[in-house]
């Protein structure tokens, strides 16, 4: 049975991913900053028969993410999935910039994914998919910025988008892929209500894209529907 481990697993996107891989019989590694509080995810766990186990891990802090690779020393893992993020605070525009906030973000959402795979990157080569995949956001294309503003999310995701390009040049020689994806505007609590896809669609797609993934695709920026974003 393979495994994979989900960042941000207790709601949005996260917990769709958990839901649907562990219907699909995979085993799910469920970090997530506080158990104790992830009332649906301790539910969707206890009706997992076992498939689920949820574990601790805040991605912002590296004694957290290293005490979380230290309890699963030696056991593989197939998909490395950086799913957990946080958006743009308020004082993201020019003239009310909070930099202490944008600080918060690079910290969560680029260094985030560095810490995981540096502490993990030993499971992932035990695992047979050797597939780390992390969810980034169009608004990190340089490219596709027609509108402007959002300087801490849109800096922080542009920046990730550099560190796994950098990680699938580093983790080639083991046959470690990298790859980042763009879920599309889902409606989460990030999202909001006017995105376009429910979670349930959004993560059906990536799934069957997350699927097909290997090292032809280390270091590219898909959509989820499989096509390349520019960077
Ligand atoms: N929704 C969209 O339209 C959209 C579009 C493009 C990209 N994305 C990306 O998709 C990913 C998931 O977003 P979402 O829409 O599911 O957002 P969400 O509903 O706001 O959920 C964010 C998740 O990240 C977790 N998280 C935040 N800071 C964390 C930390 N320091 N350590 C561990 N977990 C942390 C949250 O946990 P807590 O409950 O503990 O805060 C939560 O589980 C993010 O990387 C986001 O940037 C989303």
């Known amino acids: 049975m393979?495994?994979?481990?989900?960042?941000?697993?207790?709601r949005g996107l996260g917990l769709e991913f958990t839901r649907q891989y562990a219907a699909d019989g995979w085993m799910v590694i469920a970090a997530c900053r506080d158990p104790q509080a992830a009332g649906d995810l301790q539910a969707l766990a206890a009706g997992s028969a076992g498939r689920i186990r949820v574990i601790a891990m805040n991605v912002a802090d590296t004694a957290s993410v290293q005490a979380a690779a230290a309890s699963l020393a030696g056991e593989p893992?197939?998909?490395?999935?950086?799913?957990?993020?946080?958006g743009s605070p308020a004082g993201k525009t020019l003239g009310s910039l909070d930099y202490a906030a944008w600080l918060k973000v690079l910290d969560v959402n680029t260094?985030?994914?560095?810490?995981?795979?540096?502490?993990l990157v030993e499971n992932v080569a035990r695992g047979e998919r050797k597939l780390i995949v992390t969810i980034t956001s169009r608004m990190g294309s340089i490219?596709?910025?027609?509108?402007?503003?959002s300087y801490p999310y849109r800096s922080s995701k542009a920046a990730v988008n550099m560190v796994v390009k950098s990680l699938s040049i580093d983790l080639a020689s083991r046959g470690i892929a990298c790859v980042l994806l763009h879920p599309g505007w889902v409606r989460t609590d990030m999202g909001g209500s006017s995105g376009k896809l429910t979670p349930a669609e959004s993560i059906g797609e990536l799934r069957k894209l997350i699927a097909g993934l290997g090292p032809k695709d280390s270091g590219k920026f898909y959509n989820y529907d499989g096509k390349e974003i520019p960077w």
């Open 2 to 10: 393979p495994t994979i481990l989900v960042t941000g697993a207790n």
């Open 77 to 86: 893992i197939d998909i490395l999935l950086n799913n957990a993020g946080v």
């Open 111 to 119: 260094l985030g994914p560095a810490r995981v795979v540096e502490a």
């Open 143 to 149: 490219d596709d910025n027609a509108s402007g503003g």
